[in-house]
Nanobody
C-alpha cells in the first residue's frame, strides 16, 4: 500500500516561497494522481492542487491559482508543490494524497502531513 511522505515544510515569510515534496516509497508516482491538501488551524481540510496520472492535467483551488504549482518528477519519483507569494492564510498543515483513479475521485492514500508556518 502506498504511504506518501511529505517534506519541505517549515517557516516562510509573507510574500516568500517554499517548495513541498511528496515521495512515494516503493511505488511510482506515474501510477497515481496526486493532490495537495491544506488544513488551516480550526478549519476544514481543502484540496489546493491536483495533478493527473500522466501529469498532463492540473487543477487548483481559486485561493492558490497563479501562486502555487504542482508538478511530477517521474525520474526522481517525486511530486512537488511550489508555493510562491505565500500569504498568512496559507499557514497550516499540508497533506499529500494519492488516487489510483484520478483527480475527480476519492483519494485513498494519505501522508501524515507537514507544517507550514507563515511569519515575518
Amino acid at each position: 500500500q502506498l504511504h506518501p511522505v511529505e517534506s519541505g515544510g517549515g517557516l516562510v515569510q509573507p510574500g516568500g516561497s517554499l517548495q513541498l515534496g511528496c515521495a512515494a516509497p516503493d511505488h511510482k508516482v506515474a501510477w497515481y494522481a496526486f493532490g495537495w491538501y491544506h488544513q488551516a488551524p480550526g478549519k476544514e481540510r481543502e484540496r489546493v492542487a491536483c495533478i493527473s496520472m500522466n501529469g498532463a492535467r492540473t487543477d487548483y483551488a481559486d485561493s492558490v491559482k497563479g501562486r502555487f504549482t504542482i508538478t511530477k518528477d517521474n525520474p526522481n519519483n517525486m511530486v512537488y508543490l511550489q508555493m510562491t507569494s505565500v500569504q498568512p492564510d496559507d499557514a497550516g498543515t499540508y497533506y499529500c494524497a494519492a488516487s489510483n483513479v484520478g483527480c475527480e475521485y476519492k483519494f485513498d492514500f494519505w501522508g501524515k502531513g507537514i507544517l507550514v508556518t507563515v511569519s515575518p
